[in-house]
């Protein structure tokens, strides 16, 4: 989802003549999103460009109503550039989703690609297509919807109702502890041919992208991890995420289960080294899953269940080790020294 997610950056090919719609950009990419709004503000009489700059930069910041004004001015401009009707289509797709307007996001993912106006804006608008159901690929899938999500099924299942109502119950559940509330539905696809997705996105199912409240998964995954990715961006402003709490927290709420010391304790006699939380935490990228989530499953618990929800709440802003030292003081040493050595011992 390189192009989708990052489009924002690569969109601006304007023919700028003033230097202040240049600075405009400058600090659309500088991420100074009000600053950028009210520059381009100025040029909307002169520069169709300023609709898709407005246009994106409210995307950004989540204001998908007021978004789709400008972006539809940009995309219907007679004198704007392909490039900027492309990309007003693009955001459009983008923020209609968000509204939970599947047939307007189609058209507009649709009329982007069919412009053809440049190779980026056809690659972000192909990867909303897949992400976001709007392909034919999906022509044939049910979509059920219910009070906290939006169930897009492959094939809908015997018991479905059964599976839409556990997955409530579990988003209920989690949520009794985060009290996150998100932008919109978790748009929750369900695939039956696991093969078939790992192609579509060349990674193996699940996954979730908070920022847009998408997630893809099938029948055989855990209840919780997805569900908890998508609650627990939204229980503080995540600035500094780090793999070993995002991973361990959905592990932790996952629902299977599972003893992850007893996990973690099969697999540490064969990888040939002494695991240690504190360098997992401060590698976290390098950390195979395999270790990664019963490591952060048995950190995050432990953590929550020593200290509390509120310090816990407080780590999710900046999930780093130095966060955490501020937070906890010399009682996360101890505790991971804990953990280490039981995970270690015999
Ligand atoms: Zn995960």
Not at 196 to 224: D, I, W, Y
Request: hydrophobic letters at 40%; charged letters at 20%; glycine letters at 6%.
């Amino acid at each position: 989802m390189k192009y989708l997610l990052s489009g924002f950056l690569l969109v601006l090919c304007l023919s700028a003549d003033g230097q202040t719609m240049k600075d405009a950009i400058s600090l659309f990419e500088k991420g100074q999103l009000d600053s950028s709004i009210a520059t381009a503000k100025q040029y909307m009489q002169t520069e169709p460009g300023a609709y898709q700059l407005i246009g994106q930069s409210l995307v950004k910041q989540g204001k998908y109503a007021e978004a789709i004004m400008y972006l539809e001015k940009g995309k219907n401009s007679l004198n704007a550039e392909p490039s900027v009707r492309a990309w007003c289509m693009n955001d459009l797709g983008i923020a209609w989703f968000m509204r939970g307007a599947y047939e307007k996001a189609k058209e507009n993912i649709k009329a982007c690609i069919d412009l053809n106006a440049t190779t980026n804006s056809v690659r972000s608008a192909r990867e909303a297509a897949i992400l976001f159901g709007l392909s034919e690929l999906y022509d044939s899938w049910a979509r059920k919807e219910s009070t906290h999500f939006v169930f897009h099924f492959q094939h809908i299942p015997d018991n479905a109702e059964f599976y839409i109502a556990a997955n409530e119950m579990a988003y209920d559940s989690i949520n009794r502890f985060f009290r996150s509330t998100l932008p919109k539905k978790i748009d929750y696809f369900v695939w039956d041919d696991t093969k078939l997705a790992e192609r579509t996105f060349h990674q193996p199912l699940a996954f979730t992208k908070t920022l847009f409240c998408v997630t893809h998964t099938s029948m055989h995954n855990t209840r919780g991890h997805e569900i908890t990715h998508n609650i627990s961006m939204y229980a503080n402003t995540v600035k500094k995420p780090n793999m070993l709490v995002f991973e361990g927290i959905a592990s932790y709420f996952d629902f299977s289960g599972r003893d992850w010391m007893k996990e973690i304790k099969k697999i540490a006699p064969h990888i040939g080294y002494i695991i240690s939380i504190k360098s997992i935490w401060l590698s976290s990228e390098h950390t195979p899953v395999t270790i990664l989530y019963p490591a952060g499953a048995l950190l995050t618990g432990s953590l929550i269940q020593q200290f509390g929800r509120e310090k816990f709440i407080q780590l999710l802003a900046d999930q780093s080790y130095e966060n955490a030292k501020k937070l906890y003081g010399s009682a996360l040493d101890e505790l991971i020294a804990g953990l280490d050595r039981e995970i270690n011992s015999n």
